[in-house]
């Protein structure tokens, strides 16, 4: 899946002439952590996604492949461990709880 996904972005670098290497989408691959069973691959992607938004890695201009996986494993670890898929569910849930009450 990832390999599809980074080449449509490359399609689309290519195909803007006006991307500057400010703009263009860049990918890089490492290792995440992975759920040890069937069902929690969404909220382990979920979690791969807010590990690495973080400002500290979004604001480095060059980012190594060991500092993302660092970050990673540290967000799985500070989010419960074991727990991880319990809390993150519960977060997610919080969220949409929230966003449900302003909405109203």
């Known amino acids: ?3 599809k ?5 490359s399609l689309h670098n290519d195909n803007n002439a006006a991307a ?3 703009n263009k989408v860049t990918f890089t691959h490492c290792s995440t952590p992975q ?3 069937g069902h929690d691959c969404g909220i382990f992607a979920l979690g ?6 973080g400002p ?3 604001l480095a201009h060059k980012i190594a492949v060991q500092d993302m ?9 500070a989010s419960g461990g074991a727990e991880f898929a319990k809390r993150m569910r519960q977060k ?3 969220d949409i709880r929230k966003l449900a009450a302003t909405t109203q």
């Open 69 to 77: 996986e660092n970050a990673l494993m540290s967000f799985v670890d």
């Open 5 to 9: 996904i980074c080449q449509a972005f």
């Open 48 to 53: 791969a996604a807010e590990a690495l938004s």
């Open 92 to 94: 997610i849930g919080g």
């Open 1 to 3: 899946v990832s390999a």
């Open 20 to 22: 500057t290497p400010s």
């Open 35 to 37: 759920q040890n069973n």
């Open 56 to 58: 500290s890695l979004w």
